[in-house]
């Protein structure tokens, strides 16, 4: 049962546009919430995180937002560029000791960013 | 500063072969992860080492796999043996400090393919 859910799997942007990835979550005890990017044979690196405590966070042209009542966060790009093409993945952790938890990262799937000059 | 560095970074075996990889964590960095990421999923974590002691392996297939990080530093994981479906990357990631939070740091991962 996958609790870091992101259902589109691949999307493409035009260069100088506004990227939106989504991702959800089942777990309303999720306190913190962060984004990877990966490239190619490369490993992730991180991008932004949010805690549960606020709505936005913002970090030059990237800004991830959350919506605890849907249980839903947004990472948002721009203005978009060639270089932001890659797979990004949204990860979310439990408080540390709740049911066990030693607060490690659940990922999603990942969507694949496309931004076409 | 170096990043987290993988060897090898590509590995194919036959079903029931063994095979180990090794991850040299960023200096000073107290906290260690591996992950498998199979084809169209997101990383698996399998288990973190805080220094040179387990914190989680509950996610690890204790039966075949094995973990190990000699004085708090590098950091080797064993398959033994493999299966077809252990095909996957397996990433290591570190992290400085032993708190929750705080960036991890992913090196570029070991791509193992078993025939």
């Known amino acids: 049962d996958q609790q870091v859910k992101q259902n589109s799997p691949s999307l493409s942007v035009q260069e100088g546009r506004i990227s939106i990835l989504n991702c959800d979550y089942t777990n309303s005890m999720f306190d913190y919430f962060l984004w990877y990017k990966k490239y190619p044979a490369e490993g992730p690196t991180f991008l932004i995180s949010?805690?549960?405590?606020?709505d936005k966070n913002e970090d030059g042209r990237f800004t991830v937002f959350l919506n605890k009542s849907a249980k839903h966060l947004s990472l948002h790009i721009v203005p978009s560029q060639p270089g932001d093409s890659a797979v990004y993945f949204c990860a979310a952790s439990l408080p540390l000791n709740y049911g066990g938890s030693q607060g490690n990262l659940i990922f999603g799937k990942g969507t694949k960013l496309s931004v076409k000059p | 500063e170096a990043g987290v560095a993988q060897s090898p970074r590509y590995k194919i075996i036959e079903k029931r072969q063994s095979v180990a990889f090794w991850c040299n964590p960023i200096s000073g960095h107290a906290t260690l992860y591996w992950y498998q990421q199979i084809l169209g999923q997101g990383p698996k974590l399998l288990i973190q080492f805080q220094n040179n002691g387990v914190v989680d392996d509950s996610q690890l297939p204790k039966d075949r796999f094995s973990a190990e990080r000699l004085k708090g530093v590098d950091s080797t994981l064993k398959i033994q043996p493999a299966k077809l479906e252990d095909s996957a990357v397996y990433l290591c990631?570190?992290?400085?400090?032993?708190?929750?939070?705080?960036?991890?740091?992913f090196g570029p991962g070991t791509r193992l393919l078993v025939l």
């Open positions: 990631a570190s992290r400085p400090g032993t708190g929750r939070l705080g960036t991890q740091y």
């Open positions: 949010i805690s549960s405590i606020k």
